[in-house]
Structures are given as structure tokens and as C-alpha cells.
């Protein structure tokens, strides 16, 4: 059983285009982060929702939007893309908010042509 | 801007060898965090050691942790092909949200 699963795991699209990346979450955690990984695998958190309600919210562009419609699930959409948005998103879930470990999702490598 | 930086940033080494990684961070933090990377994979969580606490073991791995020195240090005795992957260190700074933040990685390759 896949502790926490992230649709699409590819995602390659032209710019402008509007996207949607899917996390679900099985582990009965309250807590789920979005993190973008550069291609220098440089990973840095990008929203954290806890109890469905956002917590964290780095300076990212306007266009990016996470929805989580309850705790099992964080959603990121994502419009008019731009080719500085290709890298690879990971999901990720804690139970509680600090002292706590992280479980990551596989990745969802977004190409922007 | 970026809290942790990890050294080397890459090693290569045989089977059997022990390996150690180094991650150097620059505020005051919580607690702080390895990870493991395997290529095309998402992070798996290894080890927490709390600010308090300065060695903590699991398995074939060993963590140190400096608070004086605002260092870390990460330690696979015996090392297998298996454990080939990128090597990350995640500090906690206990602020809003369990923000975690990643240091560069390090890539350790073990040659069979």
C-alpha cells in the first residue's frame, strides 16, 4: 500500500497551459507539504497545510495554488506555466508539526516545452 | 536562503567501506533531520536528533549532532551497493509549520 501517492508521476506540457498534480495520503497524518526539487536537486518547501488549513506559504508565484479538501489530500494547481517551472514536486505528510519525520511521495516531474 | 550545506558533494566508495557525510547549518534549530534519495525516487526519512541530543544510532547508521558547531554528521558503517543514493540533511528551526529545511545532498555511489 502506497503511504503516499502522487498523480501524474509525468507531466509534460507546453507553456501556458493550466495543471493539476494530485497527493493522496493514507497514513491518517494532519499535516501535508508541496516541495519543488531542482533539476541541481535542490529541494525547498513550497505550501504546508495542517488540518486542512495552510500554514506555510513560501514566496512562490501567484499561479501556483494548493487545495486540500480534507486531510488525506493537498492538491496543486498550477497556471500558465512557464518553462522555469519544470523540476520535479514532491508531496509529503507528517503527523503533528514538529519533531516529526516526513513521508514523501515519488514525485510528479513536471516538463514544461 | 539556503540553511544547510553538505559536504562532500559527492563520494564514491567500495562495498564494505564505511561512509560519512557532513552537513553544516547556520541558525539555531529544533531538531534535525537525514534522508535518503534514490534516483527517480522521493526522500525516505532515516534518522531525527533533537537539539538536545548529540549521537543517535539506527542500524548501520550513525548521526552526530554539533549544536556549538551547527554541524551534523551522518555515518553508514559497512556500506552496500544498495546504498547508493543522494544523502540529505533537513534542519527544523521549530517555527511555524514543521518547516524543514534541505541542505544540497550528497551523492554517495558504492561500487560492488
Known amino acids: 500500500d502506497t503511504a503516499v501517492s502522487q498523480t501524474p508521476k509525468y507531466l509534460v506540457t507546453q507553456m501556458g497551459n493550466d495543471k493539476s498534480i494530485k497527493c493522496e495520503q493514507n497514513?491518517?497524518?494532519?499535516?501535508m507539504y508541496w516541495y519543488k526539487q531542482d533539476s541541481k536537486k535542490f529541494l525547498k518547501i513550497m505550501f504546508s497545510y495542517n488540518n486542512k488549513e495552510l500554514i506555510i506559504n513560501e514566496t512562490v508565484p501567484n499561479r501556483f495554488s494548493p487545495k486540500s479538501p480534507d486531510k488525506a489530500h493537498l492538491n496543486l494547481h498550477i497556471n500558465s506555466l512557464e518553462l522555469g517551472d519544470s523540476a520535479v514536486y514532491f508531496c509529503a505528510s507528517s503527523q503533528g508539526l514538529t519533531y516529526q519525520p516526513q513521508h514523501f511521495g515519488d514525485g510528479t516531474r513536471l516538463s514544461i516545452l | 536562503s539556503q540553511q544547510g550545506e553538505e559536504d562532500p558533494q559527492a563520494l564514491s566508495i567500495q562495498e564494505g567501506e564505511n561512509a560519512t557525510m557532513n552537513c553544516s547549518y547556520k541558525t539555531s534549530i529544533n531538531n534535525l533531520q537525514w534522508y535518503r534519495q534514490n534516483s527517480g525516487r522521493g526522500l525516505v526519512h532515516l534518522i531525527l536528533i533533537r537539539s538536545n541530543e548529540r549521537e543517535k544510532h539506527s542500524g548501520r547508521l550513525r548521526v552526530t549532532l554539533d549544536t556549538s558547531k551547527k554541524s551534523s554528521s551522518l555515518l553508514i558503517t559497512a556500506s552496500r551497493a544498495a546504498d547508493t543514493a543522494s544523502y540529505f540533511c533537513a534542519t527544523d528551526a521549530g517555527t511555524s509549520g514543521s518547516r524543514l529545511t534541505f541542505g544540497e545532498g550528497t551523492q554517495l555511489t558504492v561500487n560492488p
Open positions: 497514513l491518517g497524518h494532519d499535516t
